[in-house]
């Protein structure tokens, strides 16, 4: 069964927190982090581009000419797709890209990643984060004593307000509650920093 040190805010380790085999000793495909992401990335997407199509550019409601003994080329309306000023031919509509991933895919691929940090010693647990204060400088202090640094990814509870407002002004550096844990934000950074309440939480939520 896999283990992990339990470190105070001094680094110092003060237990052994037992973690299921079912979740940090995953096996899987890489592909299914792929899809996960891909899938991620997708709904992230706004959706929000469009072009003015025939039916959307103002103008053109009469023929601009009759159809017959003008010489010219037979036309509708100034507005057609042919003409400078006219609509977009099957342009870009709003739409969303969100792809539907089914949930133990989802969670799988959240556990193989966990698994690889955890062998990779990229995982780390602290006892609790009780913050003195909100101040950005304080939670630097913390964090050279734990000797992490680059980018992180810390993982509390979201009544924690002052672990985030302390660590929001920090760069690479990136607070979410146990339930806003997401396969990109995990890729996405160096080293991921639980609370043991949240890992333990997480693990719950992944068991299911």
Known sequence: MPKVDVKDLKNKVVEKLELSE??????????????????????????????RERSD????????????GTGR?????????????????????????ATALPKKKRRGA????????????????VKDFNLKSHKT????????KLKLSG???LVDSRENRNLFLSSRNLPGVKMVPT??????????CEKVVFSKEAIVELQEVLLK
């Open 110 to 125: 959240v556990k193989l990643v966990l698994t690889d940090r955890l062998k990779d010693d990229r995982l780390v647990v």
């Open 73 to 97: 080329a037979r036309i509708g309306t100034i507005r057609s797709p042919l003409w400078a000023g006219g609509g977009t031919v099957h342009g870009p509509r709003p739409r969303s890209y």
């Open 179 to 188: 339930d806003g844990v997401n396969i990109y934000d995990l890729l996405n």
């Open 151 to 153: 980018k992180l990814l």
């Open 22 to 51: 079912d979740v940090f000793g995953y096996e899987a495909s890489e592909t299914l982090v792929w899809e996960a992401v891909t899938a991620y990335l997708a709904a992230q997407r706004k959706g929000t581009h469009a072009t």
């Open 57 to 68: 550019v103002r103008g053109g409601g009469s023929k601009p000419w009759r159809q017959k």
């Open 137 to 144: 400088k304080d939670f630097t202090g913390v964090l050279d």
